[in-house]
């Protein structure tokens, strides 16, 4: 089946054809490790995982990249102005972003490569640009030429007239071109450097990713994603670089840029204050609600965040994991079981939405569907091919990875073997028919937050919400 995807290059919704027949290169810019991330940085995360899980469902060989920016003058800047080294800073965050990445459920990537692992691949880069005419070195720098480019522009839609000199980009004497921007800078004596033909420097954020695509996937990729924010100049300038340094060669066959959260009418940010970090939202709530959270919008689109949603993503995620309770079968199976699983296995409807350019809230309508015809169906076969589609479901969109039980009794502020003892002592009164203390014994338990249902098979119990 045919997989849709919306290239911001061409403004339309293609056809995904990767160049090398079941094979797809796709690399995604990552963070610049410098605090803690908020839950914006995760929007393109938790899309991208559903992408990669989508796709190696029909390609025998995927290769994704996501890097990890660690070189900046973000780091430089709060590394200098809390005394602590600019490595030991970066490898910090670094360490964080992971584990509050992880906690979303989102799969580590193939190769995560870091711009300091690459520092020869970039001056060599940046030598053949200059080779070809489009870079030159002034005053110990050495920038792109951007009039050398003929198609600087394509990607955000924007002539060279058009683009506000010193608004989106430095204005310095050291530029032939005031749009001409940086490839490599020299550094002080406080600051990150190595040694290159122009002179002890760094990198410049944009030559760093084009670099490590070079390194990790060619000269070019099929599918590069990012923030919508990185259009320009970022990928713009990636854009211009990866097709210079080569001969009429393609740099990206489809770009994907997914939307921003917003809180309130701005979107979320650090220079502007307005963030949730991942780690104080993840204190207070299972990342599973909020990655179900993120899914709820389509990844293109802006997506406004705020209690209300996340209460609206944990009532929808208890409504599916009570269709898995309610199912008979295995409560310690999990959709982590159904990862390695062919594409039989997993429900038409949910594939048919993430083939259709990453629908997500589409694909968890369809789960909502499937979670009601278990409700419905009185056949214990359908019930089971329903469970088992639920499960595989949630695989895809990276949820439901929770035993079912578990999942309403994880949130618990009391211990859980003293429920199941109380819920032992209320059986026996039951049986010696003292239902006032069973009731007692019930009141106890939900001024504990403890909710008790009753069923053919036992006694279950979930937390309050």
């Known amino acids: 089946m045919d997989i849709h995807i919306h290239d911001t290059l061409t403004g339309i ?31 393109p995360e938790v899309a991208f995982d559903v992408l990669a899980r989508l796709l190696r469902l029909y390609f025998k060989h995927i290769k994704y990249v996501h890097n990890i920016t660690d070189i900046d003058d973000k780091i430089n800047a709060a590394a200098l102005a809390n005394g ?61 030429h951007v009039p050398s480019d003929p198609n600087y522009g394509s990607l955000s ?33 406080e600051l990150p450097g190595w040694d290159s033909p122009w002179g002890r420097g760094r990198p410049g954020w944009h030559i760093e990713c ?15 994603g990012g923030g919508s924010d990185l259009t320009f100049p970022h990928h713009e300038n990636e854009l211009a670089q990866g097709t210079c340094v080569e001969d009429g060669q393609v740099y990206v066959r489809y770009w994907m840029h997914n939307g921003l959260l917003r809180m309130g009418d701005e979107k979320m940010s650090k220079s502007l204050g307005n963030i949730a970090t991942i780690r104080e939202l993840r204190s207070e709530h299972p990342g599973e609600v909020l990655r179900y959270a993120l899914l709820s919008g389509h ?19 208890d409504g599916l994991y009570q269709a898995l309770v309610d199912a008979p079968g295995d409560m310690s199976v999990t959709s982590t079981d159904f990862r390695n699983a062919g594409v039989g296995a997993f ?46 479901g949630g695989w895809l969109l990276g949820i439901l990875g929770t035993p079912a039980n578990d999942w309403f009794q994880q949130a618990a502020s009391v211990d859980p073997g ?36 009753d069923s053919a098979s036992g006694t279950r119990w979930k937390v309050i919400q």
């Open 157 to 189: 839609k924007q002539s060279l007239e058009n683009i506000l000199e010193g608004a989106r980009v430095e204005v310095a004497p050291y530029k032939r071109d005031p749009k001409d921007f940086v490839l490599w800078k020299p550094s002080s004596d």
């Open 347 to 392: 429900p038409e409807s949910v594939l048919a939405a993430l083939r259709n350019d990453l629908n997500t809230p589409q694909a968890l309508a369809a789960m909502h569907a499937i979670a009601g015809d278990i409700h419905r169906s009185s056949d214990p076969a359908s019930v089971e091919v329903s469970r088992n589609q639920l499960l595989a």
């Open 13 to 43: 919704k293609r056809r995904f054809e990767p160049r090398v027949p079941d094979s797809v290169s796709m690399y995604v810019c990552g963070p610049t490790v410098y605090n803690l991330a908020h839950i914006g940085n995760a929007l």
């Open 210 to 224: 084009s670099a490590m695509i070079r390194k990790h996937l060619g000269p070019s990729i099929d599918i590069h």
């Open 299 to 317: 990844y293109r689109g802006s997506l406004e965040w705020s209690d209300d949603l996340i209460r609206q993503a944990r009532a929808s995620l």
């Open 84 to 144: 602590e080294p600019i490595r030991a800073l970066a490898d910090r965050f670094a360490h964080e972003y992971r584990a509050d990445i992880a906690a979303l459920g989102v799969l580590e990537p193939d190769v995560e490569p870091r711009a300091t692992e690459h520092i020869s691949e970039i001056i060599d880069m940046i030598g053949t640009l200059i080779d070809r005419g489009h870079a030159y070195e002034s005053e110990g720098h050495v920038l792109f």
């Open 418 to 453: 003293w429920v199941e003892a109380k819920i032992e002592e209320r059986a026996a009164a039951r049986h010696r028919r003292d239902f006032a203390r069973a009731d007692a014994i019930r009141d106890e338990l939900g001024a504990n937050g403890i909710e008790l249902e």
